[in-house]
Each structure stands twice: as C-alpha cells, then as structure tokens.
C-alpha cells in the first residue's frame, strides 16, 4: 500500500481553530430589510421569523450562510424584505449575543428582544418569547408567558 505524502485530513481542510473571535463591524438596517427573532425552525432552510414590525413572515436562509452559520430558535437576525412576496423574507446575517445587546442600547430593536446566550438556557425557555406580553410592555407572570409558547 502506498504511504500518505501529504498533509492533509479534516482538520488541515479546516483550518486552525485558535479560539480568538474577531470582532466584526456592526451591520445596521437599510432600506428594505428589517429585525426579526427566530421563533420556529420549519426545515429546508426555512424558518418562521417574528419581526419588530409585528409581523410574522417565513425567513429563507440564503446560500452564501446555509452552511457557515447556525441558526437557532431564538437568534436575532437581520431579513431582506421581498418586493413580489409579503410573507417572505432572505435571512442577511445572525447577530450574536454582543451585538444584540449593542442593538438594543442603541435602541434599534426592542428590549424584549433578547438572544439566548447559552445553550442551557436556550433548552429550559425553548428561545421563544411571549410576543403578546412583550409589546404591551408588561412584565407578565408565568401562567401569561407560558400561554403565548408554541411547543
């Protein structure tokens, strides 16, 4: 059997992984495009996204992020309206936990609008928020925020 000469395998396909995360600029809302969170992940690269305007649209993830970027129930993303559909949208980009609260400091989404920051958390509340609670502003108990889960 001949011998391997090259460097190769997964990892060296890969790159090295040295665990530095670059901080990267914050990339705001034009014309056309809007907030959502994620409430629901429906397959197929399809996702059921709540939007600060109040509106529930279906969200596609477009190819150039399909696989580079995980998407879960819970994330704060950034949507491109369509023209010719209404109840779709293109998933831009993913904010992580930093930016969203860069976000919400500058008061360019909502403060109920939240990104789980881990996955302990994201497994016990199930990323969802109580959307009906959250734009009256109340507080709400428990028994108000467990009616408005999907689950």
Known sequence: MPKNKG???KSRRRGAGNGEVTKRELVLKEEGQEYGQITKNLGN???EVHCVDGVKRIGVIRGAIRRKI???VGDIVLVGLRDYEDGKVDVLSKYNADETK???KDKHIPPHMQVNEDEQQSNQQGGLVDWT???DGDA???ADSDAGMVG
């Open 7 to 9: 460097a190769g395998g």
């Open 45 to 47: 690269s399809r996702l």
């Open 70 to 72: 995980w998407i879960c």
């Open 102 to 104: 860069q976000l919400i």
């Open 133 to 135: 609670t959250a734009e």
């Open 140 to 142: 709400g108990s428990d």
